[in-house]
């Protein structure tokens, strides 16, 4: 079933065209069909996998994690799918042609670089300042303690801020986070039951803790525990392959009990070890 929360902002900031949270639990039936953008979009896709394609023949595509940025334009677009999977998807679309109330003032560097992201449109990991911002949203306006508004407005840039950023670093950062990531890799190569705690991998990387997790989140979309966790479960496909004792597999790797073991297997792959294992092996 489709549930959408919408919030009405415009009241309080004109440019605010909608601000709302969709999420279904199972997938949906959709017959695509174009239609024109008009304002500057961002849609964080918390859950879910989308593909876009424009009337160009361009097709972006989108993960959990990663956040779509829609310049407001002409051009038509529509899904790539007929059925949607199951999602969660933040949205925020804004007016910002206003010059009266603009949430990114007149002449600050921040407008004049929006307005250099107007042409085409991309696709992101989500920097964790915009996940947090969409949530603390929606957590100030149902609460409205004493500043919301304020609170709020200060998070709506956040949102705008991050995008633009996004897409600045990317063009002119090239030098990839790949490169502490490969760190990580060898040790946990070495270490396959390593658990944490996760400020170890900062301190073979070289980061602080705050940008050993902007790293993970930009590189991948996920935080260093779902990587390791994840990295983990890849590995155990191959021992399960190889006909390795299930219990045996869970304490190689680091896992408290073959019960956890499981547990995390079937969250990440849809799966039983058991049920793999029987699938695998002829």
Avoid at 18 to 28: G, L, Q
Avoid at 102 to 118: E, G, V
Wanted: aromatic residues 12%; proline residues 6%.
């Amino acid at each position: 079933m489709l549930h959408t929360h919408s919030i009405h902002l415009k009241e309080h900031f004109p440019e605010v065209q909608e601000f709302s949270h969709t999420k279904t639990n199972s997938a949906k039936p959709f017959i695509p069909s174009f239609e024109k953008k008009t304002w500057t979009s961002i849609l964080y896709i918390e859950r879910g996998n989308f593909l876009i394609r424009y009337e160009t023949g361009e097709v972006l595509r989108a993960k959990g994690g990663a956040f779509y940025y829609h310049p407001p334009l002409s051009l038509k677009y529509q899904t790539f799918d007929k059925t949607i999977p199951p999602y969660s998807m933040y949205h925020l679309a804004v007016d910002l042609s206003s010059t009266n109330d603009s949430l990114l003032p007149p002449r600050t560097a921040d407008q004049q670089n929006s307005h250099q992201l107007h042409s085409r449109p991309f696709v992101r990991n989500a920097p964790p300042l915009m996940v947090s911002s969409f949530k603390t949203i929606f957590q100030e306006y149902l609460e409205k303690q004493t500043g919301y508004l304020l609170q709020i407005e200060n998070s709506i840039r956040q949102i705008l801020i991050s995008a633009i950023r996004s897409e600045v670093e990317q063009k002119h950062n090239p030098v990839s986070s790949r490169r502490y990531i490969k760190k990580v890799d060898h040790f946990l190569e070495e270490h396959i039951d390593f658990m944490g705690p996760v400020e170890h991998l900062f301190e073979l990387m070289g980061v602080s803790r705050s940008r050993g997790y902007e790293i993970f989140h930009t590189t991948f979309g996920i935080n260093p525990k779902e990587y390791i966790l994840r990295r983990k479960v890849a590995l155990a496909k191959q021992m399960l392959r190889d006909g390795k004792d299930i219990t045996t597999i869970a304490f190689d790797l680091g896992f408290s009990s073959s019960q956890n073991f499981a547990t995390i297997f079937k969250k990440l792959t849809c799966c039983t070890p058991t049920n793999f294992r029987r699938n695998h092996i002829s």
